[in-house]
């Protein structure tokens, strides 16, 4: 029976292209379709759960279609181009390799490596599909002439209930009025964290001397997340700043619920999960116009087109002194949650990537 | 602040002393450090296939600017320990020699010096930062100068003058602000960005700081080592240090005398305000003590640096109620 199979470079768990990957499998599963998950490097935590992607040689059947879900260089990405099956390119965006250029060099060379293979991948596709327009543009630059942009599918929709210790834990530290900054986000020199923690100096040096920060996301470079640490110790901020990773979902939920405001100053974001999240828990939201921000977005939050520290510092203590505001911002995010129906994107994922199938390869 | 499809703020570029605070960040870059930069010129070496041979290297090719990042390793002092800094300047020549060569001609025997050379750094690296620690990770407080900062402005040139006053580590801002107070022009230097913010939020707070007799201070945030080396001879009023003339190993401290010294003005004046040994001793946690790469010398020994470095009949000021001596010497020519 012909299937639809997967291949990902390393199938992370905790992982937003891990997530993806998986639940589409077990959409396409649920539906009846066989489908496999095949990667280049096994991850330890999910082993079970994928197949070398050299396998595949002698696992193929007449009418598969292949999946690649695109984040970053793999060796596996010119194998799949000389592959004759019809391919999907699921695209998760590449950081573009300036941001680590300062921190790392061998990061660097991946992302400029996972630019080559969206040259050599995109014209090749049947199909691209896009998590937002922002990724699409980057997909059509490269050649891809047929995109559909669907939403992520590991949002969970509805949001996860908040684990009660952790709140409750959280409400009684974070007892300052509108000083609980959020910002949630793996620390990677893309997403900018050090000009969260800037602004937030400017701010407790000017209107709100208690506000504090809290920075949720793994250490994905090192290097970055050493010196924002630092910075902050610098800055006389180490009480101040909580660098928190390894959290539930829930744990999590609880920090968005908890918190007074979502500060997202990234300059690269190919979707955005953030945003999404804290819509769903009602928290408002300050971020800098960047990437597929605004289009996720909307008017459901204050949007910077600068986001020098005085700047951001005077936003979010604005909006944090305002609760009408806040209420506004609030209501705008459910409205804009429903808008963006992340609960219907597996379906029309499915959808999309049956219709490669059943057309042969010529286009859903 | 509202708009139709979304709610946008359009506001202007930052200031400079925003510019300052961010500025502090990108320090923290390791592309600044002669370690990383030697780090990973050896990995490219030493991987001999087409990716990282020199010049094949997707993002940037051999460093042919191994010798720039050992100036730009002098700044970063934090990464590489004060005396790796100075000695970075010396090995500068050395590699840009080498990796000039290497990149001139691939060759075995080029990427061996290299490798040699490198060595001879992890050795260095080795033996100035033993165990990793960077000042910015102990606490070091800053030390309670307010006891002298009405004096300070006497030992100074006469209050009219137009020339500018380095202030080298601001401390709890007293003596920038009696300085100020004093009409004085004042460039204020420190590494803490607290201490900087703190000064810039009250110059603010008094909402006239371009007044013709406050003049707004100019406010750095940076090493003071660093900032006096770039400034020419002869180029400022006076120089008063308190902090970093604790804390910085003797290489550093020397090199600080003779920096004050000769940017120093004739007829200025440089100000040293150290603390107390034992009061140091008292006030620091025990690993900060035992660790950090200097300690206060006796005022006794700032006067003896201070005449060897070309300062004249230097004094020392015993504090009566704090623990911070003052030094003080005039600058001839």
Redesign the interface.
């Given at each position: 029976m012909k299937g639809i199979h997967q291949f990902v470079p390393m199938l992370h768990s905790h992982d937003a292209v891990g997530e993806h990957t998986r639940s589409l499998r077990d959409l396409l599963v649920a539906a009846g379709v066989p489908s496999h998950v095949y990667s280049e490097i096994p991850d330890p935590a999910t082993a079970g759960e994928t197949r070398p992607y050299l396998d595949y040689e002698s696992e193929a059947e007449a009418g598969d279609v292949l999946v690649y879900q695109f984040a970053t260089y793999s060796a596996m990405a010119e194998w799949v181009a000389a592959r004759p099956e019809p391919l999907v390119i699921n695209y998760h965006s590449i950081t573009p390799?300036e941001y680590f250029?300062?921190?790392n060099?061998a990061i660097?060379?991946l992302q400029?490596?996972a630019r080559a293979d969206l040259d050599r991948l995109a014209p090749r596709a049947a199909l691209g599909i896009a998590v937002s327009r922002f990724d699409a543009d980057e997909l059509g630059a490269a050649g891809c002439s047929r995109i559909s942009v669907i939403p992520v599918v590991n949002v969970q929709v509805p949001p996860v209930e908040p684990d009660g210790a952790t709140l409750d834990r959280l409400r009684e530290r974070w007892s300052d009025p509108g000083g609980a900054w959020l910002s949630v986000g793996r620390l990677a020199p893309n997403k900018a964290h050090?000009?969260v923690?800037?602004a937030l100096?400017?701010a407790r040096?000017?209107s709100n001397p208690g506000a504090h920060l809290a920075l949720v996301g793994s250490p994905s470079e090192p290097?970055y997340a050493a010196?924002l640490r630092?910075?902050a110790?610098?800055?006389?901020l180490a009480d101040a700043v909580e660098f928190v990773s390894g959290i539930s979902d829930a744990e999590l939920a609880a920090h968005y619920r908890a918190a007074d405001v979502l500060v997202m100053l990234s300059e690269h974001e190919g979707f955005g999960v953030p945003l999404v999240e804290a819509m769903g828990q009602g928290l408002p939201i300050v971020a800098f116009?960047a990437g597929a921000v605004?289009e996720i977005?909307?008017?459901a939050?204050?949007?910077?087109?600068?986001k020098?520290?005085?700047?951001v510092a005077e936003?979010v203590c604005?909006l944090t002194s305002d609760s009408g505001e806040q209420d506004r911002l609030v209501e705008a995010g459910r409205v804009r949650l429903r808008a963006l129906d992340l609960g219907g994107a597996g379906k029309l994922l499915v959808e999309a990537v049956q219709g490669v199938s059943a057309s042969g390869g010529t286009g859903p | 602040?509202s708009?139709k499809?979304?709610?946008?703020?359009?506001?202007?570029?930052?200031?400079p002393d925003?510019e300052e605070?961010?500025a502090?960040?990108?320090r923290?870059?390791?592309?600044g450090s002669l370690r990383w930069g030697f780090d990973?010129a050896m990995r490219r070496v030493a991987n001999t296939d087409g990716?990282a041979a020199a010049g094949a290297?997707?993002?940037?090719g051999l460093p042919t600017d191994l010798w720039e990042r050992g100036r730009t390793a002098r700044i970063g002092r934090?990464f590489v320990g004060d005396v790796a800094g100075v000695l970075a300047g010396l090995l500068a020549a050395d590699a840009r020699r080498v990796a000039d060569a290497a990149v001139a001609g691939v060759n075995a025997a080029n990427w061996d010096a290299l490798r040699y050379l490198a060595a001879r750094v992890e050795l260095l690296e080795a033996r100035v930062d033993p165990v990793g620690l960077?000042v910015?990770?102990l606490s070091v407080p800053a030390p309670d100068t307010g006891e002298w900062a009405e004096a300070v402005g006497t030992w100074l040139h006469p209050s009219d003058s137009e020339s500018t006053i380095f202030v080298g580590e601001l401390g709890d801002g007293a003596l920038l602000d009696a300085l100020r107070e004093a009409g004085r022009r004042v460039r204020g230097v420190d590494?803490?960005?607290?201490s900087i913010?703190?000064a810039?939020?009250r110059a603010?707070r008094e909402g006239q700081p371009d007044s013709a007799d406050r003049p707004a201070p100019e406010l750095v945030f940076g090493e003071v080592a660093g900032r006096l080396a770039t400034m020419p001879d002869g180029s400022t009023g006076g120089v008063v240090l308190s902090g970093c003339v604790d804390r910085l190993d003797l290489v550093g401290k020397v090199g600080l005398v003779h920096q004050a010294v000769r940017v120093t003005e004739a007829g200025g004046a440089v100000v040293l305000l150290a603390t107390d040994q034992s009061a140091w001793d008292r006030s620091l946690p025990l690993p900060a003590r035992d660790l950090l790469p200097g300690r206060p010398l006796h005022p006794e020994t700032w006067l003896l640096l201070l005449r060897r470095a070309g300062a004249a009949d230097p004094v020392w000021h015993r504090p009566v109620q704090g623990a911070v001596h003052a030094v003080v010497a005039r600058v001839e020519r």
């Amino acid at each position: 029976m012909k299937g639809i199979h997967q291949f990902v470079p390393m199938l992370h768990s905790h992982d937003a292209v891990g997530e993806h990957t998986r639940s589409l499998r077990d959409l396409l599963v649920a539906a009846g379709v066989p489908s496999h998950v095949y990667s280049e490097i096994p991850d330890p935590a999910t082993a079970g759960e994928t197949r070398p992607y050299l396998d595949y040689e002698s696992e193929a059947e007449a009418g598969d279609v292949l999946v690649y879900q695109f984040a970053t260089y793999s060796a596996m990405a010119e194998w799949v181009a000389a592959r004759p099956e019809p391919l999907v390119i699921n695209y998760h965006s590449i950081t573009p390799p300036e941001y680590f250029g300062p921190w790392n060099n061998a990061i660097t060379r991946l992302q400029v490596g996972a630019r080559a293979d969206l040259d050599r991948l995109a014209p090749r596709a049947a199909l691209g599909i896009a998590v937002s327009r922002f990724d699409a543009d980057e997909l059509g630059a490269a050649g891809c002439s047929r995109i559909s942009v669907i939403p992520v599918v590991n949002v969970q929709v509805p949001p996860v209930e908040p684990d009660g210790a952790t709140l409750d834990r959280l409400r009684e530290r974070w007892s300052d009025p509108g000083g609980a900054w959020l910002s949630v986000g793996r620390l990677a020199p893309n997403k900018a964290h050090q000009q969260v923690i800037a602004a937030l100096f400017v701010a407790r040096a000017t209107s709100n001397p208690g506000a504090h920060l809290a920075l949720v996301g793994s250490p994905s470079e090192p290097a970055y997340a050493a010196a924002l640490r630092r910075y902050a110790s610098s800055l006389g901020l180490a009480d101040a700043v909580e660098f928190v990773s390894g959290i539930s979902d829930a744990e999590l939920a609880a920090h968005y619920r908890a918190a007074d405001v979502l500060v997202m100053l990234s300059e690269h974001e190919g979707f955005g999960v953030p945003l999404v999240e804290a819509m769903g828990q009602g928290l408002p939201i300050v971020a800098f116009r960047a990437g597929a921000v605004p289009e996720i977005l909307g008017d459901a939050g204050i949007l910077l087109d600068h986001k020098g520290p005085r700047r951001v510092a005077e936003a979010v203590c604005g909006l944090t002194s305002d609760s009408g505001e806040q209420d506004r911002l609030v209501e705008a995010g459910r409205v804009r949650l429903r808008a963006l129906d992340l609960g219907g994107a597996g379906k029309l994922l499915v959808e999309a990537v049956q219709g490669v199938s059943a057309s042969g390869g010529t286009g859903p | 602040m509202s708009g139709k499809d979304e709610r946008v703020t359009d506001d202007e570029q930052p200031g400079p002393d925003e510019e300052e605070l961010l500025a502090a960040f990108d320090r923290l870059r390791p592309q600044g450090s002669l370690r990383w930069g030697f780090d990973d010129a050896m990995r490219r070496v030493a991987n001999t296939d087409g990716q990282a041979a020199a010049g094949a290297a997707p993002w940037e090719g051999l460093p042919t600017d191994l010798w720039e990042r050992g100036r730009t390793a002098r700044i970063g002092r934090r990464f590489v320990g004060d005396v790796a800094g100075v000695l970075a300047g010396l090995l500068a020549a050395d590699a840009r020699r080498v990796a000039d060569a290497a990149v001139a001609g691939v060759n075995a025997a080029n990427w061996d010096a290299l490798r040699y050379l490198a060595a001879r750094v992890e050795l260095l690296e080795a033996r100035v930062d033993p165990v990793g620690l960077e000042v910015a990770d102990l606490s070091v407080p800053a030390p309670d100068t307010g006891e002298w900062a009405e004096a300070v402005g006497t030992w100074l040139h006469p209050s009219d003058s137009e020339s500018t006053i380095f202030v080298g580590e601001l401390g709890d801002g007293a003596l920038l602000d009696a300085l100020r107070e004093a009409g004085r022009r004042v460039r204020g230097v420190d590494p803490r960005g607290a201490s900087i913010w703190e000064a810039f939020a009250r110059a603010g707070r008094e909402g006239q700081p371009d007044s013709a007799d406050r003049p707004a201070p100019e406010l750095v945030f940076g090493e003071v080592a660093g900032r006096l080396a770039t400034m020419p001879d002869g180029s400022t009023g006076g120089v008063v240090l308190s902090g970093c003339v604790d804390r910085l190993d003797l290489v550093g401290k020397v090199g600080l005398v003779h920096q004050a010294v000769r940017v120093t003005e004739a007829g200025g004046a440089v100000v040293l305000l150290a603390t107390d040994q034992s009061a140091w001793d008292r006030s620091l946690p025990l690993p900060a003590r035992d660790l950090l790469p200097g300690r206060p010398l006796h005022p006794e020994t700032w006067l003896l640096l201070l005449r060897r470095a070309g300062a004249a009949d230097p004094v020392w000021h015993r504090p009566v109620q704090g623990a911070v001596h003052a030094v003080v010497a005039r600058v001839e020519r």
